[in-house]
């Protein structure tokens, strides 16, 4: 009996002892954030049955490969030239010869099919392309036509030429999502098909104007998913294989990158007016806004930053510093309110604007144009 006990406490001693060693070994804190990220991503991923796994097999054949071929034209200085080449010269005369010099241009992105060989895709990635090469995951390779592309969302939608079947994406509804959601990327990234990346959402609405891009018009969907280069145009799936948003720039920098994607809905009606108009119509009445935050009352108010002279809303009377409270029926409560009710009134309509100023409450009719009308004032 003492035998025993002696041999149990032996046993117990080296559980113990080997069970404050494993602890020690895994001590979260002596792990880097993102190599914890990255265990924890692995150990659910290779869950039997995992839902990432499940996922992927519903949308991940329909994910694409985008080669693209454009032409680059450049000037370069004629070596017939006698000129004695002066830095300032060219600048102030213009007078400097220079031969046409043209190269292809290689480049390469993601895309994924929703609809029968209808290919959805960045804009930046086909945008001036001569030349468009799509890869199935299959293998099979097909010519493809832009049928339209919109710059200011970065979305692009591809025709394929050829015969089905097609693999086809489901797509999701993005108003559902939640921040702390997973978030799943695919994509190409360097030419590597099918390249998986697992996240969470981490963020709602992001306005680009956070980020410093002012030549888009869109909120986007964070994520810590891995979206790198050539996963551009690719879907961002949630749990249950569904599209939820179209994977559009990375901001990198110390420590883990911010991934960014184009919220679905959004995009369902940008492709619709690709598919029937060819573009997309973009209202607007010519105003920069401004997101100010009160700190007594906790409050945000929308005021305007600049007025582009000659634009509906200078016609109109708005100022700088003026305060937009109501759009028609939408009160607003920050800057993206006031686009969306603008653009919810399109153009050629008046939308009347409930402003402060002063002190004062006044009322101004507005009618919003298309944004490529008001670059001509600018």
Known sequence: ?????????????????????????????????????????????????????????????????????????????????????????????????????????????????????????????????????????DGRKFSGKVLGQDMLTDLAVIKLKGKGPWPKARLGNSDEIKVGDWAIAVGNPYGLENTVTLGIISNLNRNVAQLGIY???????????AINPGNSGGPLLNNKGEVIGINTLIRSGPGAGLSFA???????????????????????????????????????????????????????????????????????YKSSDVVDAINKNGINKFATILIERNNRLIKINVKPIDIRELTKYK
């Open 1 to 137: 009996m003492f035998s025993s006990a002696k041999n149990f406490f032996k046993k117990s001693n080296l559980v113990f002892v080997s069970a404050l060693i494993f602890g020690l070994s895994l001590n979260t804190k002596s792990f880097s954030s993102s190599y914890k990220k990255r265990i924890d991503n692995l150990l659910i991923a290779n869950e039997s049955n995992s839902f990432i796994t499940k996922a992927i097999e519903k949308s991940g054949p329909a994910v694409v490969t985008i080669d693209t071929q454009r032409l680059i034209k450049s000037n370069k200085l004629s070596r017939n030239s006698k000129i004695l080449i002066d830095p300032y010269f060219d600048r102030f005369f213009g007078l400097i010869p220079f031969e046409s010099q043209e190269r292809i241009e290689a480049g390469q992105g993601s895309g994924v099919i929703i609809d029968n060989g209808i290919v959805l895709t960045n804009a930046h990635v086909v945008n001036q392309s001569e030349k468009l090469i799509v890869g199935l995951k």
């Open 262 to 332: 184009i919220p679905i809905n959004k995009v369902k009606t940008i492709v619709n007016e690709l598919l029937v108009n060819g573009k997309v119509i973009h209202p607007m009445i010519g105003v920069s806004l401004i997101n100010e935050t009160s700190l007594d009352s906790n409050s945000t108010k929308v005021k305007v930053g600049y007025v582009v002279p000659k634009s509906p809303a200078a016609k109109r009377g708005i100022l700088i510093n003026d305060i937009i409270l109501k759009v028609e029926k939408e009160y607003i």
């Open 215 to 225: 030549d888009k018009k869109i909120d986007l969907i964070q994520t810590d998913a």
